[in-house]
C-alpha cells in the first residue's frame, strides 16, 4: 500500500514539475512570434494571461526604446518609428502601415509575472512582382486642392487591374468581380476610382475637415504591382 501511495505521489510531482516547465517556457503570451503584410495596414494582437506584467522596451530595426510601462488600469499607447504599440489590461496589438523598404524585424521586451520575455515580429516587404513595368504610370503621385476636384493618370496599355485603396491607414480592397471589371466605376467615401480605357481617372470630394488627408490605389498587371500616392490639401 506505501509502495502504491509513493508512486501516485511521484506522478503528482511528475507531472507538477512538467506543467512549471511548460509555463515557464511560455509566461502568459498566447503567442511570441508574429508577421505582419506589407502589403497593406496589418495589425495583429497578443493575448496577454499574466496578473501582473509590463513592458520594459521596444526594439524597431536595431533601435531600442526604453519603455518601463506597467499596466495599471491605463491604456498605453505608442508609435516607435513604423510600428504602433497599444498595450491593454489582456492583450498587445501591433500595428504597421505598407512597407515599401524592405523586410523589418522588432523586439518587445516584457516581464509577466515576475518572468522575463520577448515578443518578436516582422514585416513582409511590400508585393512589387517579378515583372518589368510595361505599364509606365504617369503621374505616379499627384496633389489635389481642399475644394476636391479630378485627376487623370495614363498607362501604356490597359491590361491592368485595381487591387485596393488606401485612405490614410484605412484599407479598402476589391473583389475579384470588382478588380476585374472592364469599366471599373467605385467611390470609396470620398474617393471615386474609375478606369478609362488606358487611363485611371480619380474625382475627390471637397475635404471640408480642415487637416490635409492622403490616399494611395493599388494596381497590378501580371506580376508587376504599382501604386498611384495622393494628398489633398486640408
Sequence with gaps: MKKIAFLILGSVLLAAACTRTAEDKEPGLSETTVELDGNRMDTACVRVS???????????????????????????????????VECSEDEICLTVDCNPTGERFFTLCLELDGVRTELKGSQSEMLIGS????????????????????????????WWWFNAVWLGEDYYPFTPEEKYCEDFDKTVEWLRVRKDGCDLVLTLEPNGTGEERTFKVGMA??????????????
Aim: net charge negative.
Design 131 to 158: 515583372w518589368d513595368d510595361d505599364v509606365q504610370l504617369e503621374p505616379e503621385e499627384v496633389f489635389l486642392g481642399r475644394e476636391g476636384g479630378t485627376v487623370r493618370a495614363t498607362t501604356k496599355h490597359d
Design 221 to 234: 498587371s501580371g506580376d508587376f504591382y504599382f501604386y498611384l500616392n495622393g494628398t489633398q490639401a486640408g
Design 50 to 84: 499574466a496578473e501582473e506584467w509590463s513592458l520594459l522596451s521596444v526594439v524597431v530595426d536595431e533601435q531600442e526604446y526604453e519603455v518601463s510601462w506597467m499596466w495599471d488600469g491605463s491604456v498605453y499607447s505608442e508609435v516607435f518609428d513604423w510600428l504602433g
